[in-house]
């Protein structure tokens, strides 16, 4: 319920918060959370705090200040005898947009520093809003951390390592126990008031069946009919739209990596066609030969660019195309259903 609240109030900023709990056996059981402290930024441009605000919230759990801060949380907790391990980090989340370098940077410091089994919980606001909770965990990779330490991430790399972006996080299952009291809370729950003028019962065995008819706030109700395609549905499809542009981006950055290459080596190759014949000259006039390898001197071969942003978009891009697929078929079933109505009618019946 913070991790909820916190980002449900943050929204649309990121909110950050650090976990705890106990590591018991195979599984990680999350008890407390709490969230990190608020930085306030001078206000100038509007558009340019908000950004500003989302990217330090977004690297606050590696942040030197709220480590100090976590600390202390965590010391305060030890002396009042409440779970003070811990066990990872949340943050928010919209429209399924998650992956990004500060969420890789920040597990990386969480499973480098802490505890390899440490998680990210990603409670994802846009699907919560709607009435269905999100919230998931994550862990890097054992070979990604591998490859994110050493820093390599070449096509080279890449190749021999055999490395790919569905390598990249590893997604744990998740299961939400309720406490007794907040179970208890959930079903005493009074209903919200009306706002129509409602009429004066005749009797009191009408204010009894007036009664009977209230409908408890957590009744089941009949919004998984609507039959409307769904708005979410609408803006994960122009995300992943945006991935894909943002893909094609860095293929054709890559591609004018290798084109600047040939033509370097293209240029180094003719360099040493030509010093051959020089010194094939100078060798038959007994003379000196002059250096071979002095075009490393001469020639700078252009630098790679790294491929971690290509294989954290392609992994956005499998998440936009999950929750698609995840829509589409809810979507689907329901036109099924009551496709008998939605086709025009022939004249046969």
């Not at 009042?80 to 890789?104: E, H, L, P, R």
């Not at 959930?186 to 009664?211: D, F, G, N, V, Y």
């Not at 250096?291 to 790294?306: G, N």
């Not at 392609?314 to 697929?325: A, H, K, M």
Request: charged share 20%; aromatic share 8%.
């Amino acid at each position: 319920m913070k991790i909820i609240k916190h980002c449900s109030q943050a929204f649309p900023t990121t909110a950050t918060g650090f976990i705890l709990g106990l590591d018991v056996g195979s599984v990680l059981q999350i008890t407390n959370a709490f969230p990190f402290p608020n930085i306030d930024l001078p206000t100038h441009d509007s558009h340019h705090d908000a950004n500003a605000a989302s990217n330090l919230a977004a690297a606050a759990p590696r942040a030197k200040a709220n480590t100090v801060y976590q600390n202390d949380m965590i010391k305060n907790l030890r002396e009042v005898n409440v779970d003070s391990n811990n066990v990872g980090w949340y943050t928010s989340a919209a429209m399924g947009n998650f992956v990004t370098a500060n969420m890789v940077e920040n597990q990386f410091f969480y499973q480098k520093e802490l505890n390899e089994r440490t998680v990210a919980l990603v409670q994802d606001i846009s699907r919560s809003l709607q009435g269905s909770l999100s919230l998931r965990a994550f862990r890097l990779s054992p070979s990604f951390m591998v490859q994110f330490k050493e820093g390599k991430f070449t096509t080279e790399s890449l190749q021999k390592s055999a490395f790919s972006y569905k390598d990249t996080f590893i997604e744990l299952p998740v299961t939400i126990h309720n406490s007794h009291l907040l179970t208890t809370l959930l079903h005493q729950l009074p209903s919200q008031p009306t706002t129509e003028e409602q009429p004066i019962p005749s009797s009191r065995s009408a204010l009894a069946k007036e009664m009977d008819s209230l409908r408890a706030p957590l009744n089941p109700n009949f919004d998984s009919l609507d039959l409307s395609v769904d708005p979410f549905l609408e803006k994960t499809s122009d995300l992943l739209l945006d991935s894909i542009e943002t893909h094609y981006t860095e293929l054709n950055n890559h591609q004018y990596y290798q084109r600047q290459l040939g033509r370097e080596q293209q240029k180094i190759a003719t360099w040493q066609t030509k010093r051959k014949a020089e010194n094939t000259a100078r060798v038959a006039a007994k003379q000196a030969p002059l250096p071979e390898d002095e075009w490393t001197r001469l020639f700078k071969l252009p630098q790679e660019p790294s491929r971690l942003e290509t294989l954290l978009n392609s992994r956005q891009v499998e998440q936009y195309s999950r929750q698609i697929d995840s829509f589409a078929g809810n979507i689907s079933g329901k036109m099924f259903a009551v496709r008998g109505n939605l086709l025009p009618d022939d004249g046969s019946s």
